[in-house]
């Protein structure tokens, strides 16, 4: 079975730290470059890291420097390190698959507090 299950959310205040995990399944995930998607509430969901599966990576310049994609294709997981977050970083974060995404999991929430 396709699936991708998001954890590691939570509330923290501004300049905290949280460290998402994707546990994929049902597909080859070290051939698929992935992705981290937020979506704030009200907005459109946004892409905010990148890494293909020779591991380049991209962030935007909203998250770079404060953010680390990651991936482990022994464990099909993908990691995202948010560091200094601030309150417009607050949304639901979503893993999927850059190129042929595949149905959406539950996401993740992050509240950020000033």
């Known amino acids: 079975q396709v699936q991708l299950v998001e954890s590691g959310g939570g509330s923290v205040q501004a300049g905290g730290s949280l460290r998402l995990s994707c546990v994929t399944s049902?597909?080859?995930?070290?051939?698929?470059?992935m992705a981290w998607y937020r979506q704030a509430p009200g907005k459109q969901r946004e892409l905010v890291a990148r890494?293909?599966?020779?591991?380049?990576?991209y962030y935007p310049s909203s998250v770079k420097g404060r953010f680390a994609i990651s991936r482990d294709n022994a464990k099909n997981t993908l990691f995202l390190q948010m560091n200094n977050l601030q309150p417009e970083d607050t949304g639901v974060y979503y893993c999927?698959?850059?190129?042929?995404?595949?149905?959406w999991g539950q996401g993740t929430r992050v509240a950020v507090s000033s």
């Open positions: 999927n698959r850059l190129f042929q995404p595949i149905a």
């Open positions: 049902g597909f080859a995930f070290s051939t698929y470059a």
């Open positions: 890494v293909t599966s020779e591991g380049t990576i």
